[in-house]
């Protein structure tokens, strides 16, 4: 009486939809939370506010509050989220000796960069200008790369002209397995013919090459099946000559 004539099928699908909208909205409450507390703490740090940092999250928060799924709500958090562990990277390694400043001046397009350049060499007793240099682009990099338009922009760009090659990967494993199904075509196990349609996967895909648009969905199981097994290697390059970065 309650549903009247909706069959099971719709009830299950309309609920479905219910729980998933819930969960969606609970993954929504917990990441602006998160966020709020990320803006709270800029405020009251000694350092005063960040004004680039506090764009980020800002936008980041945004983001999540607009999102219509899950996973966009989750890659806008990884953009900001704190990291569990100190990540030793190379632009960590340049902000432990000092040159964020740099990297906010050459942000900026201060034309005092120069003189901020020839100071952190002193300071830190750099031999090499070029040394100081590179350090300021590794801060850069990470802030550039930590933009959610840049990443958004990114995978736009892998779905229009990203292209897929792939390249055999000969070994004694696969050697051995290529004899076994000589001598045994017809006295396979289920796990040798996996490793068969394998093995077969990665002699068609040798050396293949073609665009993201242009690969069929027959021809990424098989290359799976292949790179899961170990017998090929699968790539996704980029064209970098066109523009990647949203102006």
């Known amino acids: 009486e309650t549903t009247g004539c909706a069959s099971e099928t719709t009830i299950k699908a309309i609920a479905d939809a219910m729980e998933k909208e819930e969960e969606k909205e609970k993954t929504r409450t917990k990441l602006m939370r998160r966020t709020d507390e990320m803006l709270m703490a800029l405020t009251t740090t000694k350092e005063g506010v960040k004004e680039r940092e506090r764009k980020t999250i800002e936008r980041a928060r945004e983001r999540i509050r607009t999102s219509d799924s899950i996973r966009d709500m989750e890659d806008a958090w990884q953009t900001i989220k704190p990291d569990g562990k100190k990540k030793h990277t190379r632009a960590a390694k340049a902000r432990e000796k000092g ?61 229009k002209f990203g292209r897929v090659t792939c390249v055999k990967v000969t070994s004694k494993k696969d050697d051995t397995a290529a004899n076994v199904t000589r001598r045994r075509e017809k006295n396979l196990t289920p796990k040798e013919r996996r490793e068969q349609k394998a093995m077969e996967s990665a002699e068609r895909y040798d050396n293949f090459s073609a665009l993201v648009t242009h690969v069929k969905p027959h021809q990424i199981l098989a290359m799976n099946r292949a790179e899961a097994n170990g017998t090929l290697r699968v790539k996704l390059e980029l064209d970098y000559a066109r523009q990647v970065i949203p102006a």
């Open 99 to 159: 040159l964020e400043t740099l990297a906010e001046m050459i942000a900026k397009r201060d034309w005092n960069v120069i003189a901020r350049m020839k100071e952190d060499k002193r300071r830190l007793n750099e031999t090499d200008e070029e040394d100081v240099w590179k350090g300021a682009r590794d801060i850069l990099s990470e802030w550039v790369g930590n933009e959610s338009s840049v990443k958004d922009s990114a995978k736009e760009h892998v779905r």
